[in-house]
């Protein structure tokens, strides 16, 4: 079921993608020529990842944003109510992150375009500490085989980008104290005997 | 009645014969310790041991005897600053590992400590039970075996039925074990745990893979404890806390590998051992992430 769910992602950002280079419009094609020369980071940069955890049925964003105003003024948003911003919001827009002019990217401080695939370089930009652990394997999870290939999860798979501190979550049950350690099928018998 | 050419009597090589014999019988029965059969012993007996377990639980069990990888030597890092107590590893561990429900055996215990006491055992709580977790001004510290260099568990077995693998694992071969309980009085970490009753696993929730020296199904009697997932990782799998931890606090690898990530944390974090003072040198290490 998940891998279907992980399939139907995958197809569902390569198929976003294609029709977003066949419809946007021509202005942002040399843009995207430049971010995607430029957003392929080195060979020993890349680093395997599953697919960024959208929504279902957001992305591509284009498919939306393609025809509507840029509007970077902060406000109350129409859609996206479901976003609280928590994240330095203070000092922070969805524009400082997400690309303005084509919104299947982000974009560095730089004005370099990253895709989603590679959120990590955007986080790393304010987090580097965090990165440099997070690509030796011993900052968050990774999966696979300690003597072999290992998979990494992006930084989005465990922290909600918009909200990243971890929410309280309910504990499993406490162990059972020793002088109850008489299993609970005898336990309460006639004679008390354990 | 001496024989005529000065050789062995009669009375002499009886005797000598039933010393041989006794000695024979005495050595040869029973069961061995799975670091002294031969390969085709081994292979008996786990073909023994397969059977008697699908009579057992009506399904297959599969039990590895996979043997110690070369140039490995296993070693665990738990990041204190990340641990939130939700005791994932707990129970991911009890599913693993073929631990009895009840009477309840875990393998994993997790304290609960207070920020401005540090980890003092005598100051940490086990049973705490929260709605959430973490809890405020608390950080918590989950124990299992510290798989000791110089472990005094091994030491004191009379059997010699728990023993240090190539790898680092300590290990117990449960049909040596005896139930003395010596090696559970000589952990310092509470790690070791005894099967006070025939354990019970509810049916259908058997973990098969299984491995002779790890999580096979034990009879009541016999002390067990953590083998950092033995079936698993000789396989070249991660522990199953290291899997099942939400926030990723759990890391394990080979100490020998500059590459792995136990090295990194080493040779990059502020690293410590539980009760360092007893010269016990675990292979399990603490560090602080952030």
């Given at each position: 079921m998940k891998a279907l769910i992980w399939t139907a992602t995958g197809l569902m950002v390569a198929v976003g993608l294609a029709v977003a280079a066949r419809q946007a419009p021509p202005s942002a094609d040399a843009g995207r020529a430049a971010a995607q020369s430029s957003a392929a980071p080195p060979p020993q940069e890349q680093v395997e990842v599953p697919p960024?955890?959208?929504?279902?049925?957001?992305?591509?964003?284009?498919?939306?944003?393609?025809d509507m105003p840029v509007d970077r003024t902060r406000r109350e948003l129409g859609m996206h109510t479901e976003i609280e911003l928590k994240h330095d919001e203070e000092h922070r827009w969805c524009l400082d992150c997400h690309n303005a002019d084509d919104r299947d990217y982000l974009h560095l401080a730089s004005g370099e375009l990253v895709p989603f695939e590679e959120s990590y370089r955007l986080c790393g930009q304010c987090h580097g500490e965090k990165y440099r652990d997070w690509r030796a394997g011993v900052h968050g999870r990774r999966t696979g085989e300690w003597n072999g290939h290992k998979k990494y999860l992006l930084c989005a798979h465990c922290h909600n980008p918009h909200a990243p501190r971890f929410a309280p979550i309910k504990p499993m049950p406490a162990p059972v104290p020793p002088e109850t350690t008489v299993p609970r099928s005898r336990q309460g018998d006639a004679n008390g005997a354990p | 009645m001496e024989p005529p050419d000065g050789g062995v009597t009669r009375r002499t090589f009886n005797s000598v014969a039933a010393a041989a014999a006794a000695g024979w019988i005495l050595t040869a029965c029973g069961p061995k310790r799975l670091y002294d059969v031969p390969t085709d012993r081994l292979k008996q007996a786990i073909a023994d041991l397969e059977r008697r377990y699908a009579e057992q639980f009506g399904t297959k069990v599969t039990v590895s005897g996979a043997q110690p990888l070369p140039n490995v030597e296993f070693a665990y890092a738990l990041d204190i600053s990340r641990?939130?107590?939700?005791r994932r590893c707990v129970y991911g561990c009890v599913d693993e590992n073929n631990q009895s429900r009840d009477p309840q055996v875990q393998w994993i215990r997790v304290l609960q400590m207070e920020k401005g006491k540090g980890v003092d055992f005598s100051e940490s709580n086990a049973y705490y039970d929260p709605?959430?977790?973490?809890?405020?001004g608390h950080f918590y510290v989950p124990v299992q075996c510290?798989?000791?260099?110089?472990?005094?568990c091994t030491k004191v077995c009379p059997t010699g039925a728990t023993w240090t693998e190539r790898d680092g694992i300590v290990v117990i071969d449960y049909d040596w074990?005896?139930?003395?309980r010596y090696c559970m009085a000589a952990c310092p970490y509470g790690a070791r745990h005894f099967n006070w009753s025939e354990p019970t696993i509810p049916a259908?929730?058997?973990?098969?893979?299984?491995h002779y020296l790890g999580n096979r199904p034990r009879p009541k009697g016999v002390v067990e404890k953590c083998t950092f997932c033995i079936q698993r990782t000789r396989a070249g799998r991660y522990p199953a806390c290291v899997e099942v931890c939400p926030v990723g606090a759990r890391k394990f690898g080979n100490l020998l590998d500059p590459d792995s990530e136990i090295r990194y944390i080493i040779e990059h974090k502020r690293v410590l051992v539980l009760k360092e003072e007893l010269n016990t040198m675990p292979k399990f290490f603490y560090f602080y992430g952030t």
């Open positions: 960024p955890p959208f929504t279902e049925g957001i992305f591509p964003c284009s498919s939306c944003h393609a | 641990c939130i107590g939700c709605e959430l977790v973490p809890e405020e510290q798989q000791c260099r110089n472990a005094p074990c005896i139930g003395c259908g929730e058997l973990n098969t893979s299984t």
